[in-house]
């Protein structure tokens, strides 16, 4: 499996930005899907993920009511949509998927896309 990541970028303060993760390969393998993010000096952390229908969602405290993640299977693509975005919210965010092949469960990572907020 490959990711993929795009639409990060300079934003404002109170901004909007809205990312995807493209995967292809052996897409049918892939389970849950989620969104992490890593700020110079910090630890990678959570900021999203959802199950393979996308019907369960779970959010970081410090984003919720703010960024919406969701999947469209049928294009191979997860997004995540970021509003009211806020310099703290600057760092790589990178886009992970779970597969599950052969009774073993894989993480696959992308790049990352920088998401840079000014105040």
């Known amino acids: 499996v490959q990711l993929v990541e795009s639409g990060g970028g300079l934003v404002q303060a109170g901004g909007s930005l809205r990312l995807s993760c493209a995967a292809s390969g052996s897409t049918f393998s892939i389970t849950a899907m989620g969104w992490y993010r890593q700020a110079p000096g910090k630890q990678r952390e959570l900021v999203s993920e959802?199950?393979?229908?996308?019907?369960?969602?779970n959010y970081a405290d410090s984003v919720k009511g703010r960024f919406t993640i969701s999947r469209a299977n049928a294009k191979n693509t997860m997004y995540l949509q970021m509003n009211s975005l806020k310099p703290e919210d600057t760092a790589v965010y990178y886009c992970k998927a779970v597969t599950f092949q052969m009774a073993t469960l894989y993480d696959y990572w992308g790049q990352g896309t920088q998401v840079t907020v000014s105040s």
């Open positions: 959802t199950s393979s229908g996308g019907t369960r969602t």
